[in-house]
Nanobody
Framework: QVQLVESGGGLVQPGGSLRLSCAASGSIFSINTMGWYRQAPRKQRELVATITYGGTTNYADSVKGRFTISRDNAKKTVYLQMNNLKPEDTAVYYC?????????WGQGTQVTVSP
């Protein structure tokens, strides 16, 4: 069984920062892509950022220059450093991991950006 445990969400003022973490455990191997998606109320889930085992990153245009994704392969953990947060970043953020035997999602962590 595979578990993804997320942490780091919360309430922050516009312009503030948060750091999300997601640790994978259980029977998952050869993790290739790790990433973060988000879903705001009444909107579809969208990609935020992904990172491959080798460190190649991909970002949504809306977060480029503000968010940084990184990972620790030994710890099977992915991070998302979010700076200069805006109200439109408010959403539930989901961790995503692709490895063997498949793809997995975290339970989601709420990020709220409000004065």
């Amino acid at each position: 069984q595979v578990q993804l445990v997320e942490s780091g969400g919360g309430l922050v003022q516009p312009g503030g920062s948060l750091r999300l973490s997601c640790a994978a455990s259980g029977s998952i191997f050869s993790i290739n892509t790790m990433g973060w998606y988000r879903q705001a109320p009444r909107k579809q889930r969208e990609l935020v950022a992904t990172i491959t085992y080798g460190g190649t990153t991909n970002y949504a245009d809306s977060v480029k220059g503000r968010f940084t994704i990184s990972r620790d392969n030994a710890k099977k953990t992915v991070y998302l450093q979010m700076n200069n947060l805006k109200p439109e970043d408010t959403a539930v953020y989901y961790c995503y991991v692709l490895g063997r035997p498949g793809a997995y999602w975290g339970q989601g962590t709420q990020v709220t950006v409000s004065p």
